[in-house]
């Protein structure tokens, strides 16, 4: 715990005192760890852990890893254990950590911004195909994602990714994770500013730093100054958004986002953060988290419980008096209207330089260390002067920067093969899924392969709807695939049919969106699909809703308007139809 929290006055508003008892925060003097998590944290930082990777585990094998250091410290480099083979949803919650880990690592890539050069890039296909069995995820966060990493390729991994200027650590664990950034950041003819630098900076300075690598809990930045805000900021830990004041260009900070089994918007606290201060306030509202951030529990140690009870006014009054060295913010403007609902750069655009980039969906985010090498030839072949650079997007989406007019259409045809698709069909440009049920220990239900049957479905019954409808697919209630933030958000569960087959299934939420109308999806109790339903119930639901909307009213704002009737017609027979 850092020596020099300051001790909030009596002068503060009493939202801001600590009821008897406390919330087990630093601030008020509670540095007794209440929870395992907060002990094992006190007991030895996270970033030592690496240490022990590198002389003891990856020689002595997967049975020689400390059980705090498996399935907590290690976190801190980017690696969780995998959901052993053969598990199904329903024991998920009733099994023991041992039970359901296999001796198999999901390695996380940090990578600021979703910015790679070509040789980053064929470095993670290489690590990939050579130590991960080819396969490689692309999340909404803007990491790679492998599976099936061993301990004792960890060290050789690392080795190779930090010769390129990559790293894994604190990808995951209660730290800054990996820094959002707009994927046409410096070439978009649209944006306001270009952030790349802000991004570097803010990695560098913050990344490793020992201030900040025991937070309350995960905790998410974005920046950008995109006019289509594609890091969605509305659900971040801490956002900074580019704006216009007087003609000035500085960033709105946004603070308290985040989903999962609580969701909430993030608030405008209300400043104008000049470029050159983005550091200090970042630092600033980190410390204010780690200080005051509510350590009792787990479920509400994110910083969005603790705005939600401070406020933007208060949290504002603390930062600028207490936490900023160079005095006071200027009151700020909110953000423009986004320029419209599509923010994953799928498509051709042109540059600021005249070239175009070329933005492809994957499926659900999935792809092959064999594609990426194949991706980065293409980018190096094809993208101009600067070698070849690859971006990926918070909607796990892949860009390929610097292409002449001349070569768009090759490159689009020769992302195609590579299953990247610059064109796709709505269902496939917009659809989203978690990890799933397929290596992650939370989950509940599949959720990659269950996208991909379900896109397909989609695209033969429906081949001529084109609107922007978004159907994110999440395993279990954390909300990864963020799905209350959908059009069409499946919440993975397990479900009892009519006639007593258990089955993977979900919850439904309808209507979620971000952006000048945002709001979290409808629940409506009892919604519930079976897998084996999903495509006929969304395929009906689209039919409904083409045949009954008003004139340009959007599928969300349909769906958080119209009767339930309407929304619940073609769900599942299921026994059990109440919520959970």
Known sequence: MPSDVPALPDDLPP???????????????????????????????????????????????????????????????????????????GLTATLEPEELDDEYFMMRIRIPGGQLSVEQLRVCAQISTELARDLADVSDRQNIQLHWVRIEDVPEIWRRLESVGLSTIEACGDVPRNILGCALAGVFEEELADPSDLIRELDRRFTNDKAFSNLPRKYKTAVSACPHHCT??????????????????????????????????????????????????????????????????????????????????????????????????????????????????????????????????????RTSGTALMKLADLAERLGGAHGGRIRFSAEQK????????????????????????????????????????????????????????????????????????????????????????????FKGMRVTTADGRKMDGFQVHLGGTLGIEAALGRKVRGLKVSVEDLPGYVEGLIKRYESTRADGQSFAQWARTVDEDVLTEGASDLAHAADD
Not at 305 to 312: I, K, S, V
């Open 15 to 89: 939202a801001l005192k600590t009821p008897k008892g406390g919330h087990g925060q630093w601030g008020a003097g509670h540095t007794e760890p209440l929870t395992p998590q907060e002990r094992f944290k006190k007991d030895d930082d996270g970033l030592n852990v690496r240490a022990r990777i590198e002389q003891i585990y990856s020689k002595q094998g997967f049975a020689s890893i400390d059980p705090t250091d498996l399935r907590g410290r290690m976190r801190w480099w980017g690696l969780y254990t995998q959901r052993k083979p053969g598990i199904d949803g």
């Open 232 to 365: 969605a900021h509305e659900i971040n830990d801490i956002a900074f958004v580019g704006v216009l004041k007087d003609g000035v260009f500085g960033y709105d900070l946004w603070v308290g986002g985040g989903l999962s089994t609580n969701p909430m918007l993030g608030q405008r606290v209300g400043v104008f953060v000049p470029p050159e201060r983005v550091p200090e306030v970042w630092a600033g509202v980190t410390s204010i988290f780690r200080d005051w951030g509510y350590r009792r529990t787990r479920m509400r140690a994110r910083i969005k419980f603790l705005m939600a009870d401070w406020g933007p006014e208060r949290f504002r009054a603390v930062l600028e008096r207490f936490y900023l060295e160079n005095g006071p913010l200027e009151d700020g403007p909110a953000p423009a209207t986004p320029k419209d609902g599509r923010r994953d750069h799928v498509g051709v655009h042109r540059q600021k330089d005249g070239r175009f980039a070329v933005g492809a969906a994957l499926p659900s985010g």
């Open 398 to 489: 892949v860009v390929v920067l610097d292409i002449e007019e001349s070569d768009v259409e090759t490159v689009v045809d020769e992302l195609a093969a590579l299953g990247m698709w610059a064109r796709p069909s709505t269902f496939r440009r917009h659809t989203m899924a978690c990890t799933g049920i397929e290596f992650c220990k939370l989950a509940l239900t599949e959720t990659k392969s269950t996208a991909a049957v379900l896109v397909e479905e989609l695209e033969q019954r429906l081949p001529e709807f084109d609107d922007p409808l978004r159907i994110h697919i999440n395993g279990c209630p954390n909300s990864c695939a963020r799905f209350q933030t959908a059009d069409i958000g």
